[in-house]
């Protein structure tokens, strides 16, 4: 157990290392300019990526004073479009009522960024082909080699793979570090947090 331990630790170290900083600067400035423009982030995530979304919007709301949004907060109408009219479209109507356009921002997060090829997080492949067409910005943090987010992205943040066996949870735990940062970086941060304030 100890050894397990020990093991999981050294790992999540090592993705530290290995992170690529540049990557983030260039998420950074997108989210910058972003807030500049008065723009609007949706955020898009499934399994605990669509837990990590949730997180995400109220950290850009409350911290960064940037107008946010992801269809995980609505479990009604995002069952409701998958039941009606499938999984692969969901998240693009759900930004096209949104009136998704090109001041605005989508943000993936995502173990492996998508793969039409093996039919993997397929909707999140539709969003970002959509957001290209209306020319909106895209950004994403994901692990593995970041698959079609990665290559289609403006700026995309991969989570290093130290460990085959450990890629979804180093990633998904991973993106609340890289975005917690964003948030409280000083060209993104707006409102102080609470306990940095409480004497």
């Given at each position: 157990?100890?050894?397990f331990i020990e093991k999981y630790f050294d790992e ?93 921002c989508l943000f993936i997060l995502s173990v492996g ?73 000083p060209d993104i941060q707006q409102y102080d947090m ?6």
């Amino acid at each position: 157990m100890n050894n397990f331990i020990e093991k999981y630790f050294d790992e999540a170290k090592k993705v530290i290392e290995k992170i690529d900083k540049a990557s983030i600067e260039k998420v950074i400035k997108i989210v910058k300019d972003l807030k500049n423009l008065k723009g609007r982030l949706f955020i898009l995530g499934v399994g605990g990526s669509a837990a990590n979304a949730s997180h995400a919007v109220n950290d850009f709301r409350k911290i960064a004073g940037i107008e946010s949004y992801t269809p995980v907060d609505n479990v009604s109408e995002l069952t409701a479009r998958i039941n009606d009219n499938g999984w692969e479209s969901v998240f693009v109507d759900w930004l096209k009522i949104s009136n998704f356009n090109e001041k605005d921002c989508l943000f993936i997060l995502s173990v492996g960024g998508g793969n039409l090829e093996k039919k993997v997080s397929v909707n999140l492949v539709e969003a970002i082909k959509y957001a290209k067409t209306i020319k909106a910005k895209v950004i994403g943090i994901v692990g593995r080699d970041g698959g079609f987010t990665n290559s289609e992205a403006d700026a995309c943040v991969i989570i290093p793979t130290v460990n085959e066996k450990s890629i979804t949870p180093h990633t998904e735990a991973f993106q609340a570090i890289v975005w917690h940062l964003i948030v409280s970086h000083p060209d993104i941060q707006q409102y102080d947090m609470k306990w940095e304030s409480v004497k």
